[in-house]
């Protein structure tokens, strides 16, 4: 485990300073292979640091927020608040490298849940917007300084939620804060021999109360399931008051509202307090790389392994597209060697498969491993070497953004889900929606796919896109997103593991229903009446049709 | 599978009729060990039919109904309106034996989800209260017909929906209209090569939509989840028009609003479809009897079980008083030899765990049971026939307890769930709480309990209660029932897989908050602005505080 003891320096994200641009160098060899195949060219755009307005805080909402959290802890200088400023989009980077951008009015930084309640009943009372703010990895919008119709916003920032608050070994349940980061609970919970087993690709920065608030789903999931899955309980901060649900694993006492408050993204209230399921921390792991001929053969196999029992941690598998964008760009490989290699064994379009497997001991993976590979035929072993390379580099993409970015690149990821009998449409709509729109005479895009989640019924498609950014980036990235999100809306859902936050609400009523819509204001209105928590967010104000 | 064919008919499920009653006997020995066991005395109450008052229905709206229905399916009969009062609970079954009871005004039968769809805007249009109505089992009052502030009330009864809609063998989902009998369901999927792996105690009766409504849990729960886990999709009725959910296996476009339907217990809409994961039909199954001594010894077992990856479909542990009761009850035992088998093998305080396993051949069952069995030690096990006596038992119970009530007994069942390091504290808790209540002079109670549903954080707790039946019965288990959910408050959930209905509502705001209560209602508000949909049922009016 990495330790990151970055996020509690409110520096060390503003993405927009050279320090951030240093984390991941892009190699020369990649640098050449992309203006080959997307006819990247040398241009580069200065960056210019974002105004940051005047905190527009009224003077006695600060003293009020001051009382509660301590002076120090009312944050208003520039630096600061700019750090608070939105989350990890293409379109957040560009904005701090030059854009527009939604500055909160100072970052507040309350002590604990108590102090998180009485912010937000000051902020009601002010009539003051509340951001709440965790690792600040939204790739949707999620934690944008919007103030809706309010004069004032403040980010609340969860840093100091930072305890894990009980371990119950017996029920393998830990109550930890909010504001924990991921690195920072498995370090906490390793002390006592458990792990949570979620690892997303925003590992190093998320936090505890952010996976749960946008349902997040990590490389794991097919050992431990979605994020939602490992919720127990949860502690959280409205403007009514304190909410606190989850007595039993399992119950028929009405609908499951912790269901609604996991994915309500800071809309309803401020998670304050998550209790999870752990489990023991595995004695084996094992990794693997396998190669199959062809999507199709790809999909198979993956599905088999959902339906069938395949008894893996992870599984992912890389369309043709990321797989030979991941042998020329992960280095390590000798591409051509590689590709011979493979093609003597028949495969004429590869497609990597990762498997990873976890087991109490040596046998009970032995005994994993053996009831995976039962399932499938028909690939090339490429070993462990592989698995390993794919497990070394699993949180290095956000930190690679910076510098493709810096080369003139439009780099960006969306992602969704569907059924299986859907999957090969949903892929085909997205990949010619993001070809169409990005496409010109002196740019070709590349549109890389995987399947990084299985279900029994489903999985997810996650898609990555590399282009020469256009003289006007904003449009170009916004008019291929729209263009991307109306070929899945019908075919699969907005979001497997990003969540709505500004950018997918457009879409949210198609999936949902207006009646959907119309039951989150409900709820919204409920525990919300004056609408100060996180607004033009998941619900964006549809009213009722009566 | 047994067929059900008797759910068309409107009088097989009034067990009020001598046909009912003659279902199952009580053999002799059973009635003499409970006479020495509780002190049951031979008095009999002599069953009175309950009055069946005029219908209060409008010709108005009898008229609109009967023109979306077709004349034939407004039925106003006593019968058919007695044989659609109320569930299957003791207090119902008393009520049937000659206490007041909610009687319908008519039984109205539509055809699909669009008749029902038009069934409840018409019953806005003439103020009329429209309890759902599927198979009829609720035993905590969900299908009681109680009409609120309206005028009259009808039953909307599901039976016609009855079809299987679709299937999709590559995403392994079936989609099955809401008033589909679980056996109707099994024999249609076969068909197909499937199954939906959901046995509940209730299965001969019960339909898909009340699953849903209500989320239920089957007795194979440890190796096909809870029914919700089996949602894909939900087609609900509303008063403010259809609303369709379910587009992929997961995601994360907002809180997951399919969690509020389910268990939402017609009270937001009448489900009229569900899409349904199912699963191949297991080649091979196993079901097999262990004896632990003492409660302690089986609980860590069926923990080690859910926690340590157990591999069974079914796993069922009974508490020293429940395997009493079943060595004795369920003959077949020799039960003096038995318990002399077991004492020479260290065995005081027997409690039977019941396994079962299914594999999708017997050499993955073999490998199922082996690591299920490596989890295990310091059993005897009693083999195959102690697990196939379960199993040919399994739905027995409910059509029992028509026997035990002609008997004098007084027989119900409730139920819990909670973490494991709490489930001691609970069980003592409700035993103790129930033997409290019920025990006099005269009256010994039993309490029996069993976990059939275990989870990695918990597990439920069932409990049956017999004890000779007082002069007033009707307080005897009003109180016995209340004093059990006051000791379950705080402790436990108030229902693990029976729903909310009229009996839980008044614990409901214990459970999940006033936060909790409050927001349901406002989603009661936005989806039923005038409030027909199973009046007094899950939601029960608190008003906001503000």
């Known amino acids: 485990m990495t330790p990151v003891a970055d996020h509690l320096d409110p ?53 009020a927020l001051a009382a509660i959290v301590g002076d120090e802890h009312v944050r208003a200088d520039a630096r600061t608040r700019l750090g608070r400023s939105g989350g990890l989009s293409y379109l957040d980077l560009l904005a701090h490298r030059g854009g527009r951008i939604d500055v909160p009015d100072a970052v507040v930084e309350p002590a604990d849940p108590d102090a998180v309640q009485r912010v ?16 600040g990895t939204s790739v949707v919008g999620g934690v944008k300084a919007l103030r809706g119709d309010k004069a004032a916003v403040i980010a609340l920032d969860l840093a100091r939620l930072d ?57 794991a999931s097919a050992g431990y399931g979605r994020f939602e899955a490992m919720v127990e309980g949860v502690r959280v901060a409205t403007p009514r008051g304190e909410w606190r649900l989850g007595v039993a694993p399992a119950s028929a006492a009405g609908p499951d509202l912790k269901q609604l408050v996991v994915g309500s993204e800071g809309a309803f209230g401020v998670i304050t307090e998550v ?20 999507w199709a053969a790809g999909v198979a196999a993956v599905r088999a392994l959902a339906q069938d029992g395949g008894r893996c941690s992870v599984v992912r598998l890389s369309d043709p597209q990321e797989t030979e964008v991941g042998f020329t760009l992960k280095g390590g490989w000798k591409i051509t ?20 497997w976890e087991g109490r001991d040596k046998a009970d993976l032995a005994a994993r491993r ?38 003139g690149v ?61 003289d006007d980036p904003v449009a170009q990235w916004t008019d291929a997103k729209r263009a991307a999100c109306e070929a899945i809306t019908g075919l ?16 949210l009523a198609e999936e949902i229903g207006g009646l959907g819509v119309d039951v989150l204001a409900s709820v919204k209105r409920e525990l919300d009446p004056t609408g100060v928590l996180n607004p033009g967010k998941l619900v964006v104000g549809r009213r009722p049709a009566r």
Chains 1, 2 share one sequence.
């Open 11 to 63: 520096y060390a994200r503003a993405t927009w300073t050279p320090a951030g641009a240093a984390d991941a160098r892009l190699p020369a060899h990649a640098a050449g292979w992309l203006r080959e195949r997307t006819g990247l060219r040398d241009v580069r755009t200065p960056v210019v640091h974002p105004d940051v307005p005047e905190s527009a805080l009224p003077g006695d909402a600060r003293a």
């Open 120 to 135: 937000i009943e000051s902020c009601v009372e002010h009539d003051i917007a509340v951001v709440p703010f965790g690792g």
């Open 163 to 219: 305890r894990l608050v009980s371990v119950d070994p017996v029920s393998r349940i830990a109550v930890l804060q909010a504001g924990v980061v991921a690195p920072d609970a498995e370090r906490m919970l390793a002390a006592h021999g458990y792990t949570l087993g979620h690892f997303p690709q925003s590992f190093e920065r998320a936090t505890v109360g952010g996976f749960a608030a946008t349902r997040s789903s990590g490389q």
């Open 275 to 294: 209790a999870l399921r752990v489990r023991p921390i595995p004695k084996a792991q094992r990794y693997e790389g396998l190669v199959f001929d062809g």
């Open 337 to 356: 060697a590689l590709r011979r290699y493979l093609r003597a064994r028949g495969v004429v379009e590869p497609c990597l498969l990762v498997l990873g």
């Open 370 to 407: 053996r009831a995976t590979l039962r399932l499938l035929s028909g690939y090339v072993s490429l070993g462990t070497a592989a698995g390993e390379a794919w497990r070394h580099g699993r949180f290095a993409g956000p930190r690679q953004r910076d510098a493709l970015m810096d080369a």
């Open 410 to 470: 439009c780099v960006e990821t969306l992602e969704t889900a569907t059924h299986w009998s859907r999957l090969d449409a949903l892929r085909a709509a997205v990949r010619t929606a993001l070809l169409d729109s990005l496409t010109t005479a002196g740019r070709r895009p590349i549109v890389a796919c995987h399947i990084s989640h299985s279900y029994e019924t489903g999985a997810s498609l996650y898609f990555t896109v590399l282009v020469p950014r256009s």
């Open 492 to 507: 699969g859902t907005i979001s497997h593991h990003h969540a709505v936050g500004v950018d997918h609400a457009p879409y």
